[in-house]
């Protein structure tokens, strides 16, 4: 069987795209989706998303990591609303399904913006922080981010700390008040991601909680490309969460199997 895929990316985070409002695909078959996003078997990405009928909402997003484990992506949902453009399912606002709920979003050429759910816990602990975004997140602040050995630093955390659920593990460095770099180790790809939509929303609010900043708008480099998120703060919980930066298409083509 022939299917037509789409790859796109979001800062360097990379998805294989599927327009299954059709329901083609094999979701069972978690074989395909590893080889799919295999890089040297199949097309090679860091996660798959299917792109769905919704009955109350214009699309949903069903993300699965490479390894097929499933959760929120925050990068994936902006490249699935640039997806659904460029299938002409939405023009420039949308409500779409994913693994956590309902998300608003808006796309202006290819910069989206995409509202992630409300944050109401942070766990604060003397050397790191850790909240969900959609998916959970460690954030710990290091020296010298560029030279870090994030891969071996990230398992050791993601295996040893949080046991066989994981988490994502983000390594943060202050450059100025309102922004930061950061690097993650991503559970589901076990290594490091060029960037992380989920994981620089939770760097941004751990920031936030611990003083770092006290902007209701940061700014992330990573190794990817840079993202802005905007939030509120009402009584210790953050609203109105926005994470914002470009969602590309890369190239299409088709895969047998
Ligand atoms: N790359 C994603 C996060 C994907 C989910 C994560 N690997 C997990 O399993 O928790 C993003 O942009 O948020």
Redesign the pocket.
């Known amino acids: 069987m022939r299917l037509q895929f789409y790859k796109y990316q979001g800062t360097g985070?990379d998805f294989v795209m599927i327009d299954n409002r059709q329901d083609i695909f094999p979701k069972s078959d978690t074989k395909l989706i590893t080889t799919l996003c295999d890089r040297r078997f199949g097309v090679g990405a860091?996660?798959l998303i299917l792109l769905e009928n919704d009955n109350m909402s214009d699309f949903n997003m069903d993300y699965y990591?490479s390894d097929a484990?499933q959760?929120?992506?925050?990068?994936?949902g902006r490249c699935a609303v640039a997806f659904a453009k460029f299938l002409g399912i939405i023009d420039s606002e949308t409500t779409f399904r994913a693994i956590d709920g309902l998300h608003k979003a808006k796309i202006i050429d290819d910069v989206v913006t995409l509202q992630m759910h409300d944050v109401s816990e942070v766990r604060e602990k003397p050397s790191y922080s850790f909240l969900d975004t959609g998916?959970?997140h460690h954030v710990q602040m290091v020296d010298n981010l560029e030279r870090f050995d994030v891969l071996k630093e990230g398992a050791k955390l993601r295996y040893g700390l949080y046991g066989k659920t994981g988490s994502?593990i983000n390594f943060v460095e202050q450059v100025d008040n309102n922004s930061f770099g950061v690097r993650t180790y991503?559970?589901?790809?076990e290594g490091e991601?060029l960037s992380?939509?989920?994981?620089v929303t939770a760097v941004a609010i751990a920031m936030h909680k611990l003083g770092k900043t006290d902007s209701s708008e940061v700014h992330i480099k990573s190794p990817g490309g840079n993202l802005i998120i905007g939030f509120q703060q009402q009584n210790g919980s953050y609203t109105d969460v926005m994470l914002t930066g470009p969602a590309k298409m890369v190239f299409t083509g088709e895969v047998e199997w």
């Open positions: 985070n860091d996660g990591n484990s959760s929120m992506c925050g990068n994936g998916s959970p994502n991503e559970r589901g790809v991601t992380c939509g989920t994981g």
